[in-house]
């Protein structure tokens, strides 16, 4: 593919739009369908292509490793694309020394680099270096191609196509900023956790981006969880009246923790929630997905489909007055567990 001057104007424009302190998150909507169609158009993919959005993933030791094409799906996620490039954005400009180039570790990049190829117009080769990271050919092949058409070789330094929790860093050249979006609400199904895990205790100087991702655990009522349906032509969205009985958090992925995992091995630690004695009716226990890209760029409750609520694991019959302890299985198919309390 050869982006025309055009396309790379266009693809410019659009990081300048994202990355500006002056413009608002919610009110860049149009700007990230606009990039999104963008990289569409250029390679060809898009789920109207392919209607098997999950042929060719790949499940490792740590995790599911979705597809190329549905990788490239997730950048139809506004406000996802929106708050990890403001986020990765913000990191680099944290971590700029002047000395040499900010050394960006991008694992699981994708067919699209989406997070990254933006950032690449705005920050020269001398400000950032990219090191694009994929388990799969073809997005690595993918990302390359528009890279190289868009005239953007110079800011990339390696292409390594391996699996990140597999992968060994030259201690002479750590990453300055590790950024991974390989995660599904509530941090289950995708190596997410392993991935940061495994980068993150090799380069402990470097930024993460995320930053943080909290699971926490509520109580709360289904049918209040979203707006009131309109009840005419004339009528006006009304906000939604949400119940709910916050438990705490579950579950932490931060620099923090990865620290004090050190130790650990397959199976991390998590927190305990004490479910109230008087269940009130009709409610019901579910995960919630905090998410901190970097800074103030933050993902909360429906902005993506990172931040469902999702059911406990095991979906368990609660009578009220229960202790639940939670834990954190790495494997073929990671999430959160409920354990036996200690």
Same mark, same amino acid.
């Given at each position: 593919?050869?982006?025309?001057?055009?396309?790379?104007?266009?693809?410019?424009?659009?990081?300048?739009?994202?990355?500006?302190?002056?413009?608002?998150?919610?009110?860049?909507?149009?700007?990230?369908?606009?990039?999104?169609?963008?990289?569409?158009?250029?390679?060809?993919?898009?789920?109207?292509?392919?209607?098997?959005?999950?042929?060719?993933?790949?499940?490792?030791?740590?995790?599911?490793?979705?597809? #190329?094409?549905?990788?490239?799906?997730?950048?139809?996620?506004?406000?996802?694309?929106? *708050?990890?490039?403001?986020?990765?954005?913000?990191?680099?400009?944290?971590?700029?020394?002047?000395?040499?180039?900010?050394?960006?570790?991008?694992?699981? !990049?994708?067919?699209?680099?989406?997070?990254?190829?933006?950032? &690449?117009?705005?920050?020269?080769? %001398? %400000?950032?270096?990219?090191?694009?990271?994929?388990?799969?050919?073809?997005?690595?092949?993918?990302?390359?191609?528009?890279?190289?058409?868009?005239?953007?070789?110079?800011?990339?330094?390696?292409?390594?196509?391996?699996?990140? !929790?597999?992968?060994?860093?030259?201690?002479?050249?750590?990453?300055?900023?590790?950024?991974? +979006? *390989?995660?599904?609400?509530?941090?289950?199904?995708?190596?997410?956790?392993?991935?940061?895990?495994?980068?993150?205790?090799?380069?402990?100087?470097?930024?993460?981006?995320?930053?943080?991702?909290?699971?926490?655990? !509520?109580?709360?009522?289904? $049918?209040?969880?979203?707006?009131?349906?309109? +009840?005419?032509?004339?009528?006006?969205?009304? #906000?939604?009246?949400?119940?709910?009985?916050?438990?705490?958090?579950?579950?932490?992925?931060?620099?923090?923790?990865? *620290?004090?995992?050190?130790?650990?091995?397959?199976?991390?630690?998590?927190?305990?929630?004490?479910? #109230?004695?008087?269940?009130?009716?009709?409610?019901?226990?579910?995960?919630?997905?905090?998410?901190?890209?970097? $800074?103030?760029?933050?993902?909360?409750?429906?902005?993506?489909?990172?931040?469902?609520?999702?059911?406990?694991?095991?979906?368990?019959?609660?009578?009220?007055?229960?202790?639940?302890?939670?834990?954190?299985?790495?494997?073929?198919?990671? $999430?959160? &567990?409920?354990?036996?309390?200690?």
């Amino acid at each position: 593919m050869t982006p025309s001057a055009e396309a790379r104007a266009a693809l410019q424009a659009l990081a300048r739009e994202i990355t500006s302190s002056a413009r608002e998150r919610d009110g860049l909507i149009r700007e990230a369908v606009a990039l999104s169609r963008l990289l569409e158009g250029l390679t060809g993919l898009s789920p109207e292509s392919q209607p098997d959005i999950g042929a060719n993933q790949t499940t490792t030791s740590a995790g599911l490793a979705i597809s #190329p094409i549905k990788a490239a799906h997730c950048a139809r996620e506004p406000l996802r694309t929106i *708050t990890f490039i403001k986020g990765l954005a913000s990191a680099i400009e944290q971590a700029r020394r002047p000395d040499r180039p900010v050394r960006v570790l991008y694992a699981g !990049c994708g067919p699209f680099a989406t997070l990254a190829l933006p950032l &690449m117009t705005l920050f020269d080769a %001398q %400000q950032a270096s990219f090191t694009l990271l994929d388990i799969h050919a073809a997005s690595l092949d993918c990302a390359r191609s528009l890279v190289e058409g868009f005239g953007l070789a110079s800011s990339v330094s390696r292409y390594v196509l391996d699996d990140a !929790c597999a992968l060994r860093l030259d201690a002479a050249q750590l990453p300055d900023v590790i950024v991974s +979006e *390989t995660m599904n609400a509530s941090l289950r199904s995708e190596p997410q956790v392993a991935i940061m895990r495994h980068l993150a205790a090799q380069a402990p100087a470097a930024l993460l981006v995320p930053e943080s991702v909290t699971v926490e655990a !509520c109580l709360l009522r289904p $049918g209040k969880e979203l707006p009131p349906p309109l +009840e005419g032509p004339d009528a006006q969205p009304q #906000p939604a009246q949400r119940e709910r009985i916050p438990l705490g958090p579950v579950f932490r992925l931060d620099r923090e923790a990865i *620290t004090a995992w050190q130790k650990e091995g397959s199976l991390l630690p998590a927190g305990a929630v004490q479910i #109230p004695a008087e269940l009130p009716e009709r409610m019901q226990a579910r995960l919630l997905t905090k998410i901190t890209a970097f $800074g103030p760029h933050r993902l909360d409750d429906y902005e993506s489909s990172l931040n469902l609520p999702q059911h406990l694991p095991g979906k368990p019959a609660l009578a009220g007055g229960e202790h639940l302890q939670f834990a954190y299985r790495i494997s073929e198919a990671p $999430g959160l &567990m409920l354990v036996p309390a200690a």
